[in-house]
């Protein structure tokens, strides 16, 4: 199985660079599956249903959500009628919306997708360790899903990693979301699962996480908000992992860092270009 994970889509040029990207990829790589962060395709802050709809008809099996979910309040209602949109699992028992869902791709594979907090300099929610490991009990890889990703939404790469290391051999992949920076630490672990600190945002670069900078310098030199932060409008760069899963284990044969477009520096060929 092929899976690309794109990492959080921020404002107009996140959006732009994949809804314009990712059809094209799914040809080319011949894609089985893709998941896109979500969180911040709304002007920085949250995700619309008509977004949410642009993403998957560009190409998204699913979309995940992060901290700010439910920054676009109309979220609240239309996630319960969006099957394939999957917010943080440790949110507070009652919250509207599903943390994990069997997802059934358009190459006919079950993709267990899981997204779920970090609590370490975050707010302090349910232990996603624990809420995921029901999860893979309830749906075991290759006995309830073909694969499984996890979508770990935090901040600190300690949590991130042992968080990896927790579920290596149960999980395709653990990619890490929220700092908006990617990291070059894809790896596959020991165990088999794919696993990547951050997969970066989809954005621009030219930026303060992906936000114009005036503002996020005004705030770090005066500690006086002085205007609303608005996303940076320069060409995006669509940033992500792929990963080759091997379809009689689920688990992981290799993984690669994705950027294409923008200031970033673009991956080298795949093994799928060959
Ligand atoms: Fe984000
Ligand atoms: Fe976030």
Known sequence: MRLLFVGDVVGRSGRKVVVET?????????????????????????????????LLDAGADAVTLGNHAFDQK?????????????????????????????????????????????????????CPFRAIDNELTACALKQGA?????DFHAEATSEKQ?????????????????????????????????????AGMSGDYNSVLGMTPEEPVNRFLTRIPRERFEPSAGPGTLSGLAVEIDDATGLAVWARGVRIGGVLQPTGPLPWDA
Do not use: Y
């Open 74 to 126: 109309e979220a609240l209602v239309f996630i319960n009628r969006q099957p394939k949109l999957i917010r943080p699992l440790n949110f507070p028992k009652g919250t509207p919306g599903r943390g994990a869902a069997l997802i059934r791709t358009q190459s006919g594979a079950d993709v267990l997708v899981i997204n779920a907090m970090g609590r370490v300099f975050m707010t302090e929610l349910d």
């Open 162 to 198: 042992a968080l990896g290391v927790f579920v290596d051999g149960r999980a395709s992949v653990v990619v890490g979301t929220h700092t908006h920076a990617p990291t070059s630490d894809e790896r596959v672990l020991p165990g088999g699962t794919a696993f990547m600190s951050d």
């Open 146 to 150: 073909d694969a499984v990703l996890i």
């Open 22 to 54: 990712l059809p094209e990829l799914r040809r080319r790589w011949a894609l089985d599956c893709v998941v896109v962060n979500g969180e911040n395709a709304a002007g920085g802050f949250g995700i619309t249903e008509a977004i949410l709809e642009d």
